[in-house]
């Protein structure tokens, strides 16, 4: 629990173990594979997906109530869309992976994203915002294929935008995160400072002690 909240104090995650530090949704659900305090992967169910959604306030609690009754009545259908996000995350890695080797983005991944949009009907809203209001884009969906959704639609407006240049892997080897380098000096190398950062800068002090 103490270390939970010294990352959640950082930025690093929130206070359901998920990691935060992508720069933004899509990122950080590239990340989800990973929750502190879990070995297994992060979002292995629907409860998951929840917890998941309602850190990241994508979910309001009334919502995932009646999404939890969903699970109850139709659970077959819930987990259909549990894998269907994991393969969505297997498929954004790779992405995310070709680009920091220098490759482009694979042109089957925009018709994928593309064909996951087509599958919404959608429209957009004015709504009370924390300050003043907000267009938003809302779908025509009480299923629980809706929290497919704000992350398909995220993963295309970061595939349309610079984060796609400035996206790097961490330079810890045994690292598999992600984020969205938006330093003053573009110089940021680790996913964190409170984690990776740190445990290379006690790396580098114990080889210079021992030269």
């Known amino acids: 629990m103490a270390r939970i909240d010294a ?5 690093v995650v929130n ?27 992060g979002i292995g169910n629907f409860e998951d997906l929840l917890t998941f959604m309602k850190s990241h306030h994508l979910l309001h609690e009334d919502e995932a109530s009646d999404l939890h009754m969903f699970l109850f009545q139709n659970p077959g259908r819930c987990q259909q869309v549990v894998d269907s996000l994991i393969e969505l995350r297997t498929g954004f ?11 482009p983005v694979n ?48 993963i295309a407006e970061f595939l349309t935008s610079d984060h796609v240049e400035k996206t790097r892997p961490c330079a810890n080897d045994d690292c598999d995160l992600y984020f969205v380098n938006q330093s003053r000096n573009g110089r940021r190398r680790w ?7 740190n445990r290379a800068k006690v790396n580098a002090y114990l080889k210079r002690q021992e030269a």
């Open 191 to 197: 996913c964190s400072m409170s984690t990776c950062g």
């Open 107 to 154: 042109p089957e991944f925009f018709s994928h994203i593309n064909d996951r949009l087509a599958s919404f009907k959608s429209y957009h809203k004015i709504e009370p915002a924390e300050e003043g209001m907000e267009l938003k884009t809302l779908i025509d969906e009480n299923g629980p294929e809706k929290l497919i959704f704000p992350i398909v639609h995220d």
């Open 7 to 11: 990352l959640v104090k950082s930025g």
């Open 15 to 41: 206070t359901e173990g998920f990691y935060t530090l992508g720069g933004r949704l899509a990122i950080d659900f590239a990340n989800s594979f990973k929750r502190i305090g879990r070995e297994k992967e």
């Open 93 to 103: 890695r790779s992405v995310l992976t070709e680009l920091a080797e220098g490759w």
